[in-house]
């Protein structure tokens, strides 16, 4: 794996404490710098669709400037936590909200953060709106988006 991330193939991203406020050297999670790279090691004909828009919003947020990390929380775990200079937003990435068990859950991933960094659930839905604060955010609107 360092061989992969010395040579920019993939990239290794650190767990973040939100609580702690501390970067967890421990169950690293690891994004691949294209996604054919992660086609190979599949053997499936089909890419994941979840897997494949949030390794588009990791990449994206690295070319936005941000360091990276991923989310740990008391209850669980958040997809992103960025920072860049006195930034820091926490991002959810599904790759459709259904129903309201996945919203639920999408937006419930933020309830046991109470500081008041922006949050926002990024999706292919086309809707977007805010639910308790939190922003909904179609994936290509944050693709395009040069001021987030």
Known sequence: MDALCKALLIRKVYR?????????????????????????????????????????????????????????????????VATKSDKKIYIQVAYSIPNEDTKNREFGAYNVIHDNYPKYVITLDKLTYEFNGIKHINLIDFLLDDNF
Do not use: C, P, W
């Not at 494949?52 to 994206?60: D, H, K, L, P, Q």
């Open 16 to 80: 973040y404490d939100v609580h702690g406020r501390a970067v967890l050297k421990t169950l690293n999670k690891y994004y691949v710098t294209d996604l054919g790279i992660a086609q190979i090691k599949n053997n499936k004909t089909e890419m994941d669709q979840s897997y494949a828009i949030e390794n588009i919003v990791y990449n994206e947020l690295l070319i936005k400037g941000y360091d990276v990390y991923t989310g740990k929380t008391k209850k669980g775990e958040i997809d992103f």
